[in-house]
């Protein structure tokens, strides 16, 4: 018991050592970057005071300073599209902080996944060798936030059994398209195959970052 309240203080002290380090403006305020953890998906710009950065750090549940209102907000206290904090950076200047989260449902208040959907450019070739990750981000943002008519809500309304199933026969068509040596067939049918297996990816908890890691380790 003892040696827990120990560490307890000391991580007391490190968390308020930290606070006092950080620059915050005039207005006792630093500017927060919200990212999503698993998508990498920038999510939202907010404030921090010390008192809501504390909290932050003590329940590892987002918390930050509204500008307008004038007090402390929990981030999904009334919309329940809460932030936990998985990770917890500055930057070298100290004046700005990056925020690493599991979101749950939207981040922005007009139902958008993340506030920064207003396009003004982007790089298609970029874009689309990020397809992949977008693609995951899409179905498991159905999966927690479902949509009448959608078939990606099918699929986990019938559970793991129908997805194995679609899985299976994906498997099979993408088997034929090559033995009748046809491209555009197996194209369509390899893209069925993958959004079929992104969505037993989302259903059993499996990242894009997993696959990626376990690849990884066969390079030799």
């Known amino acids: 018991m003892r040696d827990s309240l120990i560490e307890k203080n000391i991580k007391k002290e490190i968390d308020l050592n930290l606070i006092n380090a950080l620059k915050f403006d005039e207005k006792g305020l630093i500017p927060v970057v919200v990212q999503d953890v698993d998508t990498k998906e920038v999510l939202m710009l907010a404030y921090m005071n010390k008192e809501s950065m504390k909290k932050t750090l003590t329940d590892k549940k987002a918390t930050y300073f509204s500008r307008s209102r004038e007090e402390l907000w929990t981030k999904g206290e009334t919309s329940g599209n809460n932030q936990q904090v998985v990770g917890f950076y500055y930057d070298c200047d100290k004046d700005s902080i990056l925020l690493m989260v599991k979101q749950k449902g939207v981040a922005c208040h007009t139902g958008n996944h993340s506030c920064f959907f207003n396009e003004i450019f982007s790089d298609e070739e970029v874009l689309k060798s990020e397809l992949i990750q977008r693609l995951y981000k899409l ?54 195959l993958v959004y079929h297996i992104i969505v037993l990816m989302v259903n059993s908890n499996v990242t894009i970052e997993d696959i990626k890691d376990e690849l990884q380790g066969r390079e030799h």
């Open 139 to 192: 179905i498991k943002e159905r999966k927690n936030n479902p949509k009448e008519g959608s078939y990606t809500n099918y699929l986990f309304d019938k559970g793991l059994d129908k997805i194995l199933k679609k899985v299976g026969e994906e498997s099979t068509e993408v088997i034929i398209g090559a033995k009748n040596e046809n491209k555009d067939e197996i194209i369509y049918e390899i893209s069925d």
